[in-house]
Structure formats: C-alpha cells, structure tokens
C-alpha cells in the first residue's frame, strides 16, 4: 500500500463521517493532494472528524483482523475454519503477504494520519470564544491519545515503524518514510500522552457545539485511560518506576468498595450485552467501543464466535470459527470455580465457544454487538503489581494480584464440581518469591484477559512466547495421545439451568494443529507489498528477509 493510498483511505473516514460532501471514491478520479482549505473550519466539522478517528479505532478492532493477528498467534486461541490465511496465522506457517497483517498494518495508519489530520487543523482554527478554546484543548488532547495508542499496537506488533507526526495533504516530498527504532516510537507515545493528560477529565466530557444548548457531542477517552495507556508503554520496556508514577493515578482512584472512580465489578457484566449500559460498569471499563445490533455499527466477529446450534433457547446460526485452545480451556477447568470460567464460555456440540465475545440477543448472526473493552481497571491492578513486583514490592504486589483473585472468586477453598477432586486455592502467600509472583502475574493476566488480544504482548515483552508455544505443542500432542478429558463444568455452561458437571469432551479441539516453533515470531512482518512499494522500510523483521 502506498502512501497515496493510505490518504485516500483516511480522507474516506472523514467523508464517511460527514465533514466533506459525500461522493463515491470508486467513480472519481482522486487527486494526488488535498488543500488545508478543505477540512475542518468550526467546532461541529472538527468534532465530526474526532468522531472519524473513532471509527478508524474501530474499523481496527471489530472484526476478526484485529484478533487474529494477536490471540490467534500465541496460545490461547485456535482456528477451526476453512480460511487458509487464519489457519497460516495460527500454526505460525504464515508469510508476508498474510492478508491480515496487512489489513491490521493499514488500519493502524489509518487512525495515525486522521489523528495527525486532527491535530495540525485543529490547532490552526479562529477560536473567538471560551467554549472554542476548550473544544479545541479536548480534540486535540483525544486525537493525542488515539495516536498514541495506535503507535502503541504498530510497536509492540512490528517494533520499529515509521515516526509520521505530520499529516500528508499530497504525495510529493517525503511520502516513502523509514522505520525508526522503536525507543523513539516509545518516546512519541509518551509525549503524546504526557500533553494530552493535562487537558482531559476523569470522566468523558463533551464537545459543545452551542452554549445553552443540548447540541454535543459526547467523548470516549479521560485522564485515566491516558495514564493507563502510558503506564502500559513504560511496562512494555521496563522502564518499572516511570510506570508506577503513571498508573498511580488510577490507583488512587480505586477502591475495592466501588467509592471512588475505579474498582472491580461483577466479571460477568463487564462483557454481557444486557448489562452494558449498568452505571457501575463505567468503574471496571475505562475504553471500549461500543456497536449496536445495526447496519454499520455492529460488530461482525460475532458470527464468527457465535455457535451455528439452539442453545439455551436461543438458535443460532454463526460460525464458531474461533474456539479457545484446549490447554487453556483446561486451565480454567481446573480452578473451576473461577467466576471467569463461565462469564468466558458456554459448550455447543462443536465443543466450547468463547461467550464473551458473541451477543446472544440477536439471532441474526451478522447483527451482533459484542462491545471492544480496550482499557479496565484490572489491567490498572495487574500493570501496579507487575511494576512493585519489579522494583522489589514483592509483598504488596501480592496485596494488588489477591483483589484479582478474590473477584475471580479464588480465594475461598471449596468444592464446586461433584465427583472432581477438590480445588484447594486462595490467596497468593507472603513470602512468595519474586519469580514466583512474576509468574503468577503473568498467569493471572491470561486468565484475566482471555481473548482481549493481550496475551500475545504479555509474552512477547516479558521474553516468555517461545517457552508457551513449545507448551503449547507438548499438550497438544499430550492431547492426542489420550483422546479425551474430563474437564469440571459450571452451572450453565451447558445450556441455561444445566447444573455443574464433569463433562466428557475431545480433545484437542483443533486435532492437526501444532504451532511452527520459529524465533521470527518475536515480531510481526511488514507486509510484503509495504516494502516493494517503499524500499526505505528494509531490512524487514527477523525471519522475513
């Protein structure tokens, strides 16, 4: 994709959204610049450019590219489709023309140049009244923070990357940039962060169009997701004390009682459709993206996980192309009475679907509205423990994973499952070592976080891929050898009113697959058709030359 194309594609979002009169790019002939004349001249048109940026971020994580990309590259999620470049990604077999890196890669541009579009606009607008100054302070101050995370994915997938803080308004000069390292994209999302923090709220605020009036637009992002975003970008380089400094904010804003802004809320709710518009959600869930069960705003990786099946009087007719892994299925098994066992997974006939990711109030498989969680609280939590962990905190890291536990409902020592042996668990004791609660953390996040596209980052910036991969081969063959497993089973896993059972399922759940054991894997290729069209992009990654 060149640059040329890439303008085309960010200056369509915006069009889409309305700052420009509509026309159909299939049948124009486009031209190779666009004048700053024509975007954005008032408050309403910026906001509706700000809105485009959103759909950028979108368009990136609804779908099936997004995740396919992270989650089905590691351990915890597999492929049962017939959809060759999915099952290249997940058995690690893939090259450099896999079709998902380069959707992923463009999209990722996409919300880079309509935030850079943002930023320079916006920052040259008449602004003749109180009201315009402070809409201007917020755009720009959003459109900082949606860089910034899309820098965060570019890194932490590619590495280095091309530093593009200028918007492209035509295809002379320097439309063929090179990769710079990645301490210098690191260092771009931090001032990114670091400027935009100061002009946000702790809660979403709004753009408003006419004082006096309920003309608003309202905005997704505070102060907290900004400091989370930037404490997770220390973490990814170790960089522990600055990471502390960034994430305390949030810290001192939680509370285990749901009092202050943050805390920890039923895990169920935080994914489950009926539940998205509950007030306390807003205290777990920092960022999503939110659809709706409608054309053009729905979220079509719901077919895509949804079962084709009648289950729980609800028939539905999706795919279930994408299934747990079988080691990690096994893993919540056998701490059954973990609460995000059944809030992750319901079984049809095919085997286990991953039920937070479906929307089980439509029957329209193409109309479903699973929401996007991108920033929560428990990420806020885990990021604090990993970080006092590192810097020597052992004994009150162990305080911070223990309130994970405890909502996961793994403190207490009980059986759950008749006829599985007992499942002793509790809290993580103190005394533990430093590796050995490092470990935990890591543990705790995949369970945590399974299928929010995080393990993938998890294991890369912590050096542990190639150790969970071979792992992930070992049980595999482990699973053939005995065919089947028992795994315990909560009360409605199985179907509404099901009790909790001992369930007999095949295993693995994916039979022919075993992951390509291949270093390359530490970072992502530049699509192939990136580097004919810009020479300066060379060397590729490790492994792709």
């Known amino acids: 994709m060149k640059m040329k194309k890439i303008i085309i594609i960010f200056i369509s979002t915006i069009v889409w959204m309305g700052a420009f009169q509509s026309c159909n790019f299939l049948d124009e002939t486009l031209p190779d610049s666009y004048s700053r004349d024509d975007f954005y001249k008032n408050d309403a048109e910026a906001a509706k450019a700000l809105y485009g940026t959103y759909a950028a971020v979108k368009d990136v994580v609804f779908g099936t590219d997004f995740v396919s990309v992270t989650d089905l590259m590691c351990d915890d999620m597999d492929f049962v489709g017939t959809d060759q470049a999915r099952r290249q990604l997940n058995g690690l077999n893939f090259d450099t023309r896999n079709k998902y890196f380069v959707n992923v890669w463009a999209k990722l541009w996409v919300v880079v140049n309509n935030a850079n ?24 101050a959003e459109a ?97 004390p600055e990471c502390l400094k960034a994430v305390q904010y949030l810290i001192d804003r939680f509370a285990d009682d749901g009092s202050k802004t943050y805390s920890l809320i039923d895990y169920a709710n935080i994914f489950n459709v009926d539940h998205k518009n509950d007030k306390n959600r807003k205290q777990e869930v920092i960022w999503e993206i939110e659809s709706l069960a409608q054309s053009g705003y729905n979220n079509s990786a719901n077919r895509d996980f949804l079962p084709s099946a009648t289950f729980s009087s609800v028939a539905t007719t999706g795919y279930q192309n994408y299934m747990p892994s079988t080691s990690l299925f096994e893993a919540f098994s056998r701490q059954s009475q973990d609460k995000r066992f059944a809030a992750n997974y ?40 990993e970080a006092l962990n590192a810097t020597g905190n052992t004994e009150e890291a ?118 390509n054991l291949n270093d390359r894997i530490l970072l992502h290729p530049i699509p192939e058709d990136e580097i004919r069209s810009n020479s300066n992009l060379l060397p590729n990654n490790h492994g792709y030359n």
Not at 117 to 131: A, E, G, H, P, Y
Not at 468 to 492: D, H, T
């Open 346 to 385: 319901r079984i049809s006939t095919k085997g286990p679907f991953i039920f937070k990711r479906v929307d089980f109030n439509t029957t329209d498989q193409n109309m479903g509205a699973p929401v996007e969680v991108l920033l929560r609280s428990a990420d806020a939590v885990l990021v604090y423990a």
């Open 144 to 240: 900082k923070v949606l860089r910034a995370w899309s820098y965060l994915m570019l890194v932490q997938l590619w590495g280095d990357v091309p530093k593009i803080t200028e918007p492209t308004y035509d295809v002379k000069g320097d439309i063929r940039p090179g990769r710079a390292p990645a301490a210098d994209i690191y260092e771009l999302i931090i001032k990114d962060l670091t400027e935009a923090e100061g002009a946000m709220f702790d809660k979403p605020s709004f753009i408003t169009i006419r004082p006096g009036t309920d003309i608003k637009y309202d905005l997704a992002l505070t102060r907290g997701a900004a400091r989370l975003l930037m404490a997770k970008a220390y973490l990814a380089q170790k960089k522990y």
């Open 398 to 515: 162990i305080v911070w994973i223990n309130k994970i536990r405890d909502r996961a409902g793994l403190i207490s020592s009980r059986v759950v499952i008749p006829g599985m042996p007992p499942i002793i668990t509790g809290n993580i004791k103190p005394g533990t070592s430093q590796q050995v609660v490092q470990d935990t953390i890591i543990n705790e996040r995949r369970m945590e976080f399974a299928h929010e596209c995080q393990r993938l980052f998890d294991l890369r910036r912590t050096g542990k891929l190639m150790q969970a991969l071979k792992a992930y081969n070992e049980k595999q063959n482990y699973y053939l050898n005995v065919k089947s497993i028992n795994f315990g089973i909560q009360a409605g896993m199985d179907g509404d009113g099901s009790p909790a059972t001992v369930k007999t399922l095949n295993v693995p759940f994916v039979p022919t697959l075993v992951k």
């Open 117 to 140: 579009l943002l930023i320079d606009n916006v920052s040259k607008m008449d602004t003749l009244t109180q009201t315009s100054k402070d809409n201007k302070k917020i755009i720009i």
